[in-house]
C-alpha cells in the first residue's frame, strides 16, 4: 500500500518542522569536508612511505594540517546541522531564526575554505603574518593552527548557533536531550576561548592547550554524542523517554567526573608537579567507564524496542557508534592512559592508532548516525529505499573495518617503535626506527584506500532511488496530534505489502 514514488510526496509529510531542513546544506558541507579530509589522509600516509611524495607542492606538516583541521571542521557542521535538526522536533517548535541558521552556514563554509586555502597557497609563517598573529598570538599549535581571523569567526559561528537554539529551548518543551545537547554546545563554545590564550611559558601553554584539545572530546563533546544517539534511538527504537533519562544523566556525570581531571593525563611530561602522575592515572583510568556506558544504553534500547523502524541502517549508525566508540576511546585510550605506560608510549603511533579509532568511532560515526537518520526524512521519506541502505551498509561495514585495520597496524607499528626505540640497553634512532615500520606503514595505507572507498560508496548511496518508504498524504499528523505522538510518528511509517516480513512496523512485544 505504501510504497510509493517520492515525488508524490512534498517534505513536510514526513518532517515535523520545515525549520528543521537547515540541517541539509550542513550535512551536505560535513560530507564534502569528510572527503577532503580523508584524501589528505591518503597523502599523508603515502608521504609516510614515499617521502617526496607531492614535495615541495604540499609538504607532510601542511598535508596534516589540512587533515586534522578539516576532521574538526566537518564534525562541528555536523554538530550544528544535527543541533539545528533536533532542537526544533524535541522543542516542539519552529527555529527562532532559520535565517540565521543558513547565514551563518554561508560564513562557516566560506571562512573554512579560506582557511584550507590559505594553508595550501601560502607558506604558515606567511599566513601568519598575513592574519594577524602578531596581535593576538594563537597559530603553531596542532589543532588550532587556525589563524585568528578562523578563530575569531568559529566563535562566531558557534555563538549564532547557542542564541538560535537556546532561543528555541527557552520557548519551546525542554527535554532531557536538549538540556544535555546544550551544555555540551555551550561547554565547547566556553573551551574554544582557550583557543585564544597561548602563553608564552610553554608549560602553561601545554597546560591550556589541553583545554580545548581534551576537554572538548573526552569531556562536552561527549555530551553532544550522547544526546545525539539517545535522539536517534528513540526515533528508531519508540522507547518511552523516562528510561532514556536515567541513562543519560548516568553518562553525563561520569563524563564529567572522569573526563576533566583525567586531563591530566596529558600532564605527565610538560613540566607540571608530580603528582598530576597520579591524578591523571586514576581518573582517566575511569574514563572508559562512561563510554562503556553508552554502549549498553544503546543495546538496552534496541532490546527493549516497541517497533522495527525501517531505517535499519541509521540504527547500525548507532549501535556502531557505541562499540567503536568503547573501543577507540575506551580500550585504545586506556592502554596508554597510565603514567608508568605513557613514559614509553607518548607520542608514538600509539597515541595516532588511538586518536584515529577514537575520533572516528565515536564523532564521526556519530555524525554519520543522524545523517544517516535525518537525511531520508529531510529528503520527504521515513526511510531511503532497501537498495540504498543495502549501499550504506557496505559503506558501514568498508569504512569501519579498515579504521579498525588502520588501528591494529598503527598499534602494531607503535609497540615495535617503542621497544625498538625506548625500551633496551640500545636504543635505536627515530629515523632509524621509522625504518623498520615501513611494512606497516604501507599496510595502513591500503586500509586508508578501502576506507575511502567505503567513503566513495557511502556518497553513491544518496544518489540510490529504488521503492521508498514514506507517510501517506492522510496520515500527516495534526499539530496537536504531533504534540502527543512526535515520539511515536514515525510508527506511521508505511509497509509494503511486497515485503511486509522486512519492513513491518508497529509493536514488537
Ligand atoms: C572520543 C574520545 C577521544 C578522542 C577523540 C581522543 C583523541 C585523542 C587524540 C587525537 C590524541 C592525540 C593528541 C595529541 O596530538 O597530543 C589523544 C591522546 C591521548 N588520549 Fe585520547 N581520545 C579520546 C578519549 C580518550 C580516553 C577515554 C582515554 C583514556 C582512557 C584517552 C587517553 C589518551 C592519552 C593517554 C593520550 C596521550 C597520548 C600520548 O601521550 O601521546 N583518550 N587522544
Ligand atoms: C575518519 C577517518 C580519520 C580520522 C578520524 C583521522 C584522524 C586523525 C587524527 C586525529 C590525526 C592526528 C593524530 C595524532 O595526533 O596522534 C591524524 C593524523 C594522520 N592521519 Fe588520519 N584520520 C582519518 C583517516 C585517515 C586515513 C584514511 C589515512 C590514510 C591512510 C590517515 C592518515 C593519517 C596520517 C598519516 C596522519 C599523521 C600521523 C603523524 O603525524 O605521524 N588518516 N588523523
Ligand atoms: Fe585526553
Request: no cysteine; charged share 15%.
Amino acid at each position: 500500500m505504501a510504497i510509493l514514488e517520492n515525488s508524490h510526496f512534498t517534505k513536510e509529510k514526513v518532517m515535523q518542522y520545515q525549520s528543521q531542513l537547515v540541517a541539509k546544506p550542513y550535512f551536505i558541507a560535513a560530507i564534502g569536508l569528510f572527503i577532503g579530509q580523508i584524501i589528505f589522509g591518503l597523502i599523508l600516509g603515502t608521504q609516510y612511505v614515499v617521502g617526496d611524495f607531492l614535495f615541495p607542492e604540499i609538504p607532510f606538516n601542511v598535508a596534516r594540517m589540512v587533515h586534522t583541521n578539516l576532521l574538526i571542521v566537518w564534525l562541528l557542521f555536523g554538530f550544528m546541522g544535527a543541533a539545528y535538526y533536533l532542537v526544533p522536533e524535541e522543542s516542539e517548535r519552529e527555529l527562532y531564526s532559520p535565517k540565521l541558521a543558513i547565514i551563518t552556514f554561508w560564513v562557516f563554509l566560506v571562512t573554512g575554505a579560506l582557511t584550507i586555502v590559505g594553508y595550501l597557497a601560502v607558506p604558515y609563517a606567511t599566513l601568519a603574518a598575513m592574519t594577524g598573529n602578531d596581535i593576538l598570538p594563537t597559530m603553531g599549535r596542532e589543532y588550532l593552527e587556525q589563524p585568528l581571523i578562523t578563530k575569531v569567526g568559529i566563535l562566531l559561528v558557534v555563538v549564532s548557533l547557542l542564541y538560535n537554539i537556546t532561543m528555541t529551548t527557552l520557548m519551546g518543551r525542554k527535554t532531557s536531550i536538549t538540556i544535555i545537547l546544550l551544555m555540551g554546545l555551550w561547554g565547547l563554545a566556553f573551551f574554544w576561548l582557550f583557543a585564544f590564550y597561548n602563553p608564552g611559558n610553554l608549560v602553561l601553554d601545554k597546560y591550556y592547550w589541553f583545554w580545548v584539545v581534551h576537554l572538548w572530546v573526552e569531556g562536552v563533546w561527549e555530551l553532544i554524542m550522547a544526546a545525539l544517539l539517545a535522539f536517534v534511538l528513540i526515533k528508531v527504537t519508540g522507547v518511552d523517554r523516562e528510561v532514556i533519562d536515567k541513562w543519560m544523566y548516568v553518562i553525563i556525570a561520569l563524563a564529567l567526573i572522569t573526563g576533566i581531571l583525567g586531563t591530566g593525563h596529558h600532564y605527565y611530561w610538560i613540566g607540571t608537579p608530580s603528582y598530576w602522575q597520579w591524578i591523571g592515572s586514576v581518573f582517566s583510568a575511569l574514563e572508559p567507564i562512561p563510554f562503556f556506558v553508552m554502549t549498553l544504553f544503546a543495546f538496552s534500547m534496541i532490546n527493549r524496542r516497541r517497533r522495527d523502524h525501517p531505517n535499519k541502517i541509521a540504527t547500525l549508525w548507532a549501535l556502531g557508534t557505541a562499540v567503536t566508540a568503547f573501543l577507540g576511546a575506551g580500550v585504545w585510550g586506556f592502554m596508554h592512559t597510565l603514567a608508568p605506560i605513557n613514559f614509553y608510549t607518548h607520542g608514538s603511533q600509539i597515541t595516532a592508532a588511538h586518536g584515529h579509532l577514537a575520533f572516528y568511532g565515536a564523532y564521526v560515526m556519530v555524525v554519520l548516525t543522524i545523517i544517516s537518520y535525518s537525511m531520508p526524512i529531510m529528503r520527504g521519506r521515513v526511510a531511503n529505499s532497501q537498495q540504498a541502505q543495502k549501499w550504506e551498509t557496505w559503506a558501514f561495514w568498508m569504512m569501519t573495518v579498515s579504521m579498525v585495520v588502520i588501528t591494529l597496524f598503527l598499534t602494531g607499528a607503535g609497540v615495535m617503535q617503542v621497544w625498538l626505540q625506548r625500551i633496551g640497553d640500545t636504543p635505536m634512532s627515530f629515523m632509524a626506527t621509522q625504518d623498520e615500520l615501513v611494512i606497516f606503514y604501507w599496510l595502513r595505507l591500503v586500509g586508508g584506500a578501502v576506507f575511502f572507498i567505503g567513503l566513495i560508496v557511502y556518497v553513491i548511496s544518496f544518489f540510490i532511488k529504488g521503492d521508498i518508504t514514506l507517510l501517506s498524504p492522510n496520515e500527516k499528523l495534526s499539530p496537536v496530534e504531533t504534540e502527543v505522538k512526535s515520539d511515536v510518528r514515525s510508527d506511521i511509517a508505511h509497509v509494503s505489502t511486497e515485503d511486509s516480513s522486512e519492513e513491518k512496523l508497529g509493536n514488537k512485544k
